[in-house]
């Protein structure tokens, strides 16, 4: 699959459309392990914009030059809170423009800080009212919950200048000396601001943006997305379909029996239980998520924690067990009858500097991360 | 009394230098109500910079121009942690720096934000570093707990853009809706950067600034602090000449049997208790504070709360019974014997929109104001 092509001689830019949105946002969700926002959410916002502004060129990482000036956006809080209060108006270009003054520098390319169903649009929407090229890439491969979890904190790149814009009108510039520390700032700050805000950080320079960025997660979203709907259209299994296209596997067929939510601190943190069905019945697993999923525990039939079946940096995704359609953690209510997946983390996530940064340690589990596929 | 002046001709101007900072700090910490920081701390960081950098010229209010640009700086926090956590180095400047920065406008005179043994010498530390001349009055004529707490919101003045450091090297710069916001948002990224910060907000034209401040706080801090001193030498009342000097009256001397103390959400909240000695021997009275003093009541013979002495907006002030001595809210200790005074507020503070904003039913009291004259 490609991207829709501008068709006019000469000008044959790919590009992204209001028709690419559902497959794109569908796939995007599903690498958001959970997280990283609703999808029909993000859909809704960037189809608004794109239909208003007209399609968003995509460019490679590997097409830019020097000279370019990237600026990742996203929207930062509780995906509880979120879904119920999505951006309303121009909150990310005024985080945007907000960074653009900080640094003094106009900037070239909009680009993803994370995949997600809501977070892999808002660039999209960012894009499409800027006017701007969007970067077919993202800072971590799959969402993860805090600021600093991307792949530019293990180059050294500090996410300041960093804006916060609510959408209220209230706007927040932080310079800070490293970036756990813009997480810890921006978390009281998202949670003052009605625990959502809509950020822009991590600025890079063009030779930057084409080494630290993972490349290609809107294509991979797409291609995702839209296996999904294949899949489903001819009585596949969706779920099968993604794992083989991203070298993951399938952890069980279960339903939901118990869901622990709390928003708390700016970020949805909670346990699911699932109880097998099909092939999978008498078996149970919990689910641990913190905005995403975090770790998969297979229960003994006494109720107690058994082996781990997947932690993070792996991606742990759980889909509708029929149509595929990614479940977000927000989302996760007791009958529903899902498959949970897990897929590969990017390989710098698996290296011992990934690991301090995101591994099931930091997280607070004592647990040791084993890849998936081991 | 009259400012140190510079003896060369043509240039007399009036300046503050070392030898005046203990005065100023000592009646700035009375006219801070309990807090605004405490004036040993102060007089240190002052002096240490009047060292280094030489005096800082003195400018009134009525002298400023329309050219001119105004930048009023304090340090914001629990009174109990910045009493152990004072800035250490280039905080001040570098939130300073900021507001230059997102206004695009280099500042031409420091401005006093609150009068305090601490805050009105975080303004003087300022002047020496940036060589700019300070302003002769500041934003309450006294300290209040809250940002929004000043006369510029009154009259609509924006906080924004405020900018906040912290000694770790960390920098916010707010542009919110209202002052009420900016309050909010920093109160969070202050506990974030351990309960204390140094801010400069509320930039002014000359012309705001020359109708908004409340004139002569400086000096007023330096008569009454050189009158305490005086009056001790001669072996007269410190409170009673602080009184009559500034238009108030002592509600009771005694000592303090209890203290209350939780720093919480960013403030130093609590209530003491205080015993009559001399005359007053037999009554008992709380105060309840928070940074500051809030409301004085005299308690009954059944230790029941009975008639309100004074409150908020109106200046409740502790000092030492024999030295005079400010006491803050953080020093207050069991067995300090002291005399409690009431000094009249500002008048645009006693004004129904004045009192809609730092009156004792914003803070909660169920108590209609009445000034301490009355």
């Not at 600025?203 to 999904?228: H, I």
């Not at 003994?300 to 067990?321: K, Q, T």
């Given at each position: ?229 294949r899949s489903r259209a001819e009585h596949r299994d969706p779920a099968e379909a993604v794992a083989d296209h991203a070298g993951g596997r399938i952890l069980m067929r279960g339903k939901v029996i118990d869901v622990q939510r709390r928003t708390v601190a700016g970020f949805a943190r909670g346990t699911a239980r699932l109880l097998g069905i099909g092939a999978d ?94």
């Amino acid at each position: 699959m490609s991207w829709t092509v501008a068709g006019h001689i000469g000008a044959e830019a790919p590009q992204i459309t209001v028709a690419d949105i559902p497959d794109v946002a569908r796939g995007a969700a599903i690498l958001g392990a959970g997280g990283g926002g609703d999808p029909w959410v993000g859909s809704l916002m960037a189809q608004a914009a794109l239909a208003e502004c007209g399609p968003v060129r995509i460019v490679a990482p590997t097409e830019l030059g020097p000279d370019d000036f990237v600026l990742p956006v996203a929207i930062m809080g509780a995906p509880t809170v979120i879904v119920e209060k999505p951006p309303a108006g121009d909150e990310l270009v005024r985080a945007f423009a907000a960074v653009e003054r900080a640094v003094g520098r106009k900037v070239t390319h909009v680009a993803c800080l994370e995949a997600g169903g809501l977070n892999s649009m808002t660039p999209i929407v960012t894009a499409a009212r800027t006017g701007l090229p969007l970067v077919d890439g993202d800072g971590m491969g799959r969402a993860f919950p805090e600021l600093q979890m991307v792949l530019f904190t293990l180059d050294g790149i500090p996410s300041s200048p960093m804006a916060m814009a609510d959408e209220k009108g209230n706007t927040v510039v932080l310079d800070t000396i490293d970036n756990h520390w813009s997480e810890r700032i921006a978390r009281s700050a998202t949670v003052d601001m009605g625990c959502s805000a809509s950020i822009a950080l991590y600025p890079l320079t063009g030779e930057q943006a084409a080494t630290a960025l993972v490349p290609g997660t809107l294509s991979l979203a797409r291609d995702l997305g839209a296996l999904v709907r294949r899949s489903r259209a001819e009585h596949r299994d969706p779920a099968e379909a993604v794992a083989d296209h991203a070298g993951g596997r399938i952890l069980m067929r279960g339903k939901v029996i118990d869901v622990q939510r709390r928003t708390v601190a700016g970020f949805a943190r909670g346990t699911a239980r699932l109880l097998g069905i099909g092939a999978d019945e008498g078996r149970e697993i919990e689910l641990a998520f913190q905005n995403e999923h975090l770790l998969v525990t297979e229960l003994g039939s006494d109720g107690r924690a058994g082996e781990v079946l997947a932690s993070v940096p792996d991606l742990v995704c759980v889909v509708d067990v029929d149509t595929g359609e990614p479940v977000t953690t927000e989302a996760m209510r007791y009958g529903f009858r899902v498959t949970v997946l897990a897929l590969p983390a990017h390989e710098r996530w698996r290296t011992p500097a990934g690991l301090e940064l995101v591994g099931p340690r930091y997280f607070g589990y004592d647990h040791d991360y084993r890849p998936i596929e081991g």
